[in-house]
Nanobody
Framework: QVRLVESGGGLVQAGGSLRLSCAASGRAFSHYAVGWFRQAPGKEREFVAAITWTGGSTHYADSVKVRFTISRDNTENTVYLQMNSLKPEDTAVYSC??????????????????WGQGTQVTVSA
């Protein structure tokens, strides 16, 4: 069983940047796709981005495309989410989750397996 731990969240002004990390332990997820989701208060969880286990393919929600970049380092069992040009509407708890490679492309949370606890991102106006 894999344990995922997110870090890198914090408070940043609009226009600023943050880099989130998702570290895996217990079982390497080098053969799994990994996705990032976010959930703002009072809103449903939404897909943000995902990456294949090789890193050769990525896909994003339209709301973050161009501003966010997902990447991974399988030697470190870590997936990253670089977030630039942050907006107040990006404020949310960000969580990562692994995904069976056969399900890659799906943005539905139910198609993801192990989840981390999340890290808070707050963007002030």
């Amino acid at each position: 069983q894999v344990r995922l731990v997110e870090s890198g969240g914090g408070l940043v002004q609009a226009g600023g940047s943050l880099r989130l990390s998702c570290a895996a332990s217990g079982r390497a997820f080098s053969h799994y796709a990994v996705g990032w989701f976010r959930q703002a208060p009072g809103k449903e969880r939404e897909f943000v981005a995902a990456i294949t286990w090789t890193g050769g393919s990525t896909h994003y929600a339209d709301s973050v495309k161009v501003r966010f970049t997902i990447s991974r380092d399988n030697t470190e069992n870590t997936v990253y989410l670089q977030m630039n040009s942050l907006k107040p509407e990006d404020t949310a708890v960000y969580s990562c989750a692994d995904q069976d490679p056969s399900l890659y492309g799906s943005k539905w949370g139910g198609d993801f397996g192990s989840w981390g606890q999340g890290t808070q991102v707050t963007v002030s106006a």
